[in-house]
């Protein structure tokens, strides 16, 4: 039995989107062991005391990155799971496919342009309690 997903996206665009997927984790993961080697063959002695406050601010930046990418590896990875299950592209909130446009555009998403405009409508709301 075909799901929604399968029956509204060809199989070429369902591939498509999981080579994109695997190409965008493969540079993350590149990135991230270049930076890790960066970062371990870095002499941590200073002398000047600005030198070193530099290099812990640009330090604290890069794992800030680091982490954020990782979040972005495992979204990804979701994402590559749900085209194997038949469920890509279906917004978690609606149930309504999700158009190829916003797809293309940011591969990881799990909500429908409407759904995700109504979901900032609300953060952005300020609390009347």
Known sequence: MATATQAFYTEDQLKMFERLLQGQRRALIEDAGRKVDEL????????????R???????????RIRDRERK???????ALSRILEGTFGECNECG??????????????????????????????????
């Open 40 to 51: 371990t063959d870095q002499d941590e002695s200073f002398a000047d005391p600005g030198d």
């Open 72 to 78: 972005l590896i495992e979204k990804i990875d979701e």
């Open 96 to 129: 309504e496919l999700i158009g190829i446009g916003r797809l293309r555009a940011r591969p990881v998403t799990t909500m429908c342009i409407a759904c995700k405009e109504e979901q900032e409508a609300q953060e952005n709301k300020p609390n009347h309690a």
């Open 53 to 63: 406050a530099s290099w812990e601010s640009e330090s604290t930046r890069d794992l």
